[in-house]
């Protein structure tokens, strides 16, 4: 009885001092196991550390240094996060010793869970056969530390490994034949071998993974990244055992057949990317049963067959990229029914058939791109419902009918194109309306309207395209003072009675020599919109539907040009071809012009020999007359082709040379514009002032004021007696130096 009654009593002490420790606040945890600390200490001497990375590692107590976690009731070191930083800058970390002693003191620390090292260098080593024996490890990051060759098969002794990464390593990670280590790794959740190269192994990854029988052992995988590899073969049909993946990178690979119908078991789906591969076959119906997918990337394969109608099924879909495949059939109209939708991109594909009217029900869609496919009939006028559209790209079909008004309504909308089709009608003037439009492409269409006014005043409009759009009529006189951003501009190929390739008769607008882009850029600064920095910041700001991809197209310098990479700067090209302005010479910053074919008449302005920039210029095939201006730029254009088919021009580089009764009256009207030539004569005018000044203002004192005279001639005396006496001393010094010398020797 005393026995029981002394145990009650030592188990009554031992819960009330436990509880007055506890309510006491005092911290119970263990500090650093020093074994632990020791193993730390010589992890810390394998590398050389450049930015103070492991400078905290000193003390007693490993728990307190920076990355590493310890557990709180024993002590134990369970994490290491020594990730380096982010960037292109040097890693945090270099390993200087062998990687082998690296994980031997990884080995010492015997409860470790989390290992980050990832975005160090490790100098090009293989990794250890002996990472496989941190048998507790639930997290191993490896990537971004240029390691290279064989990854070891030990790794798939990590049964509790959860999360496993090992890409970036620039390629210099591959597998051999044996990759079914993968498939023990029973526990893992997430997998990221982007870019490791797998063109080793004799079949394909996933025959080697033997996912049609293994593929149950990686139930708990969540996400798998095998991007950037050689990837062949198909996409196994048991991937729809993977219950709780989701998401699947697969892009960049050479993965051919069909996407498999078991994808549609996949429940927690987010995400599928499976760019630029050989896909082929058609998108399975089962697709709509991936009730939380977010995402589609399928851009670049060879898939067939219609759209399914299941896709309307994906409430919370938000993006759909299906670029470049060869999808035929119609939109189906369930497409409607995805109300997250953001972002829909179904070019270059085989589809036909109209677009949905349901389209319109997309109310948070962005950027819609149907262009390069076989579609027909009108544009929906429920389009302009999309209040939070910012780009249209329906270019490359074959609609039909008239532009919507109802376009109008797309408040945020900056970048439409609807080049290619056969759209008629007049454009809307509601797309006045659009405050923040900067491209508009209507181009290739049958229109048969006049150019619009209202165009000019879209203060934000820096690309406007209505070339082969059988737009008639002249160009608005005050073009150029309306449209201060604009940036390129093509009317070719139209009925207008302006520009190029047209039917131009009578004159150019004085306005084109408003133009941002042709005048001086010393006029720039002093307007608001026309200052290059502020114009440049703006446009570097500014997406217009990728227009590093979109083809410019340009005559430059006699030349058609089509540019699909290019740096938007300010234009200095102008063609008009097919009377010209007295004033052209006012537009200095020149290099090429060409007004070749058309009927232009009259005499070359003499202005034109302002052009100090010109490096190319044709005025070939036209009905101009008389003698060609001589002086500056124009006397290095010696081609005579440039003058080709005007039979009444004359004067060089022309054989035909110009009678008297043909030179060029003087024209009083005409006013040099050379700001540099006039700037560099008033600094002739103010030297010679400042020198006559300076001259006579000395010598005609000395001349005219005796005293004056005299004092400054007894000045120079003095001073060139002072000289004298100092060079006597100076040599007499020198001489008295050597001759001792002399004497010493």
């Not at 119970?28 to 590692?57: G, Q, Y």
């Not at 040097?90 to 002693?101: A, F, K, N, R």
């Not at 191993?140 to 970036?168: A, C, M, W, Y």
């Not at 192994?201 to 050689?230: M, V």
């Amino acid at each position: 009885m005393r026995e029981t009654f002394r145990a009650m009593l030592v188990l009554v002490a031992v819960l009330f001092f436990g509880a007055a420790e506890f309510c006491s606040g005092r911290n119970t945890s263990f500090s650093c196991i020093e074994r632990e600390r020791e193993a730390l200490l010589k992890f810390k001497l394998c590398f050389r550390d450049p930015l103070h990375m492991l400078s905290s590692w000193k003390g007693n107590d490993c728990c307190e240094w920076r990355g590493v976690g310890c557990d709180k009731n024993s002590g134990y070191v369970v994490s290491l996060q020594l990730r380096g930083l982010v960037s292109d800058q040097q890693p945090q970390l270099y390993l200087i010793d062998d990687v082998e002693e690296v994980v031997s003191s990884l080995l010492k620390l015997r409860y470790l869970q989390h290992l980050d090292l990832s975005n160090n260098n490790f100098n090009g080593n293989l990794i250890p056969h002996s990472f496989g024996l941190i048998k507790r490890l639930r997290y191993l990051n490896l990537s971004h530390l240029q390691f290279k060759g064989r990854i070891p098969g030990e790794l798939g002794n990590l049964t509790r490994l959860r999360v496993l990464d090992l890409s970036r390593n620039y390629g210099g990670l591959k597998v051999d034949n044996d990759i079914q280590w993968i498939s023990r790794l029973s526990s893992l959740q997430q997998l990221d071998m982007s870019g490791v190269d797998l063109s080793h192994a004799s079949l394909n990854l996933f025959q080697h993974l033997d996912l049609s029988d293994s593929i149950g052992q990686l139930s708990k995988l969540e996400s798998i990244n095998l991007s950037g590899n050689q990837l062949s073969g198909s996409i196994p049909d048991s991937i729809g055992q993977l219950s709780k993946l989701e998401s699947i990178y697969l892009s960049v690979n050479q993965l051919s057949g069909s996407i498999p119908n078991s994808i549609g078991q996949l429940s927690k789906l987010e995400s599928i990317n499976l760019v630029l591969n050989q896909l082929s076959g058609s998108i399975p119906e089962s697709i709509g049963q991936l009730s939380k997918l977010e995402s589609i990337d399928c851009f670049g394969n060879q898939l067939n067959g219609s759209i399914p109608d299941s896709i309307g099924q994906l409430s919370k879909l938000e993006s759909i990229d299906l670029v470049g495949n060869q999808l035929s059939g119609s939109i189906p109209d369930s497409i409607g029914q995805l109300s997250e939708l953001e972002s829909i991109d179904l070019s270059g594909n085989q589809l036909s058939g109209s677009i949905p009217d349901s389209i319109g029900q997309l109310s948070e869609l962005e950027s819609i791109d149907l262009s390069g496919n076989q579609l027909s009939g009108s544009i929906p006028d429920s389009i302009g419902q999309l209040s939070e559209l910012k780009s249209i790209d329906f270019s490359g079909n074959q609609l039909s009918g008239s532009i919507p008004y109802s376009i109008g309504q797309l408040s945020e909308l900056e970048s439409i194109d609807l080049s290619g089709n056969q759209l008629s009608g007049s454009i809307p003037d509601s797309i006045r309306q659009l405050s923040k439009l900067e491209s508009i492409d209507l181009s290739s269409n049958q229109l048969r309207t006049g150019f619009p006014d209202w165009l000019q005043l879209q203060k934000t409009i820096l690309k406007v395209d209505l070339s082969n759009a059988s737009i008639s009529g002249p160009l608005p006189e005050n073009i150029g003072h309306m449209m201060p951003m604009l940036q390129q501009l093509y009317l070719a190929n139209n009925l207008m009675n302006d520009l190029a390739d047209n039917n131009l008769i009578g004159r150019i607008p004085h306005c084109f020599g408003k133009f941002p882009i042709m005048v001086n850029a010393t006029q720039l600064s002093h307007e608001r919109y026309w200052d290059q920095e502020l114009l440049m910041e703006r446009f570097k700001a500014t997406d217009l539907g990728n227009w590093d991809q979109a083809p410019l197209k340009e005559v430059v310098k006699g030349r058609y040009l089509e540019y699909r990479q290019i740096t938007l700067k300010l234009e200095i090209i102008i063609d008009l071809s097919r009377k010209i302005p007295d004033k052209i010479g006012q537009m200095e910053n020149l290099e090429s012009l060409d007004f070749s074919k058309n009927d232009l008449s009259g005499m070359i302005p003499n202005s034109m020999s302002s052009l100090t920039k010109l490096s190319h210029l044709n005025l070939s095939y036209n009905n101009l007359s008389g003698p060609i201006p001589t002086g500056y730029q124009l006397q290095t254009l010696e081609d005579p082709t440039i003058y080709a088919s005007n039979p009444q021009l004359c004067g060089a580089p022309l054989l035909k040379k110009c009678s008297n009764d043909a030179l060029p009256p003087t024209n009083t009207n005409f006013k040099d514009n050379d700001e540099g030539a006039l700037t560099r004569m008033w600094f002739y005018i103010v030297v010679m002032l400042g020198f006559a000044t300076g001259f006579w203002g000395v010598v005609g004192t000395l001349i005219f004021v005796k005293s004056w005279r005299y004092a400054y001639f007894q000045w120079v005396h003095d001073v060139q007696h002072w000289i004298l006496v100092v060079i006597t001393l100076k040599v007499a010094r020198f001489k008295k130096i050597f001759n001792d010398n002399q004497d010493g020797q």
